[in-house]
């Protein structure tokens, strides 16, 4: 079996295995695993995700596809068969428009059909992670289930601050204050959602503003780091409140960034999860987050192998800081092994884990194991305060 198809810089992804068919010449991907290939053990979408192009090159995606074609072969003895199938993205499903409003810089998502109470909609705070612009595809996706999406500029959009640093933790306070002057928008109902540097910005928020019912934070940080300026390691906190620097993790020069350095002149992938591990080690007491003041559900999900930051072990401390401040917070902690910094849905092909700039770590595919963890249980449901 073979499957392929192409990125949107039209370069070709593909995967392939080898089976065994039953008596009847039956083969079935949901129960068999492959002999050999692109992917092990049983998986019915193992053709799909386990795609690839080379280690380094990464599967680009286009957020204004309405489709993509999937082609998949089978060879026999007897002939090679083929049959393609369309994927088709969420766009017919939802609406999508620029917010702009004092202290706030978004984009606005919504499903076309109503809520299933058809009252006002739950609503999403998305914050990207750093140097991100719109996710306009994570935020259809979410929105095509019911949610309204608030996909938030913080930096690096046009409009806000270029560099990360100092960015207001209001920015999300000011999102929510908006949220409550739209009557489309349950105000009751509000979670956000932020990947890496967005994550670290989602704990502070819920720290600073209870009216947020839910925290998913896409391995997170468990302090305030210095903020994130080429060229320059310390250029102040990343984060501030009431127009003063939070208390933050310095990042000192070693050997780890002049490696950075020449893997930066030879075009290679920059590793940094040595630097922010090293500044974590020696982090002031003041810069980890006070995750004790958050009231509302979270949902923490890391990779073990993440070479941006070591997210699981921050994801960790923040569930210890919990239990030691004797906090019995509604929490899920999902640490996937040999996962790396761009754990994410299974809509394309996973490809390489370098980009031009960074080294993300993880190993392709979806066997990501659930690490012993704090899982779903009365204690913990989200069924009353999720969104």
Known sequence: ????????????????ARFVADLNGILDLSLQAPLEGSYVGVDP???LWSMTAGDDVLFITDSQWAARTITFSA???NGVQRQGIIRRYPWPDTTRREVQAPGLVAELTLPISPSPSHGPHAVIVLLSGWGDGPAPLKAALLAARGYAVLNVGYHHWPGVPEHLVEI?????VTAIDWIEQDERLDASRVGVYGTSKGAELALLAA?????????????????VFAGIVFGD???????????RPLPYATMSPGLAEIRNGLRFLLKRPMIFRKSYARALAKAPAAAFLKVENIGAALLLVSGSDD?????????????????EMGRRHELVNLVFDGAGHGISKRLWPTGGRRSVLFHRGGSPGPGLIIAPARLPGPECSTSSRGI
Do not use: C, K, Y
């Open 1 to 16: 079996m073979r499957a392929h198809t192409d990125d949107a810089a039209g370069v070709r992804f593909t995967s392939w």
């Open 45 to 47: 979408s193992g053709l």
């Open 75 to 77: 060879e026999t003895a």
């Open 168 to 172: 207001p933790v209001e920015t999300v």
């Open 207 to 223: 720290i600073h503003d209870p009216r947020l019912r839910a925290v998913a934070a896409w391995v997170p940080s468990s302090v």
């Open 233 to 243: 390691p310390n250029p102040g906190s990343s984060w501030s409140v009431d127009g």
């Open 307 to 323: 070479q941006m930051w070591p997210s699981s072990v921050m994801a960790n401390q923040i569930e210890r800081r919990l239990e």
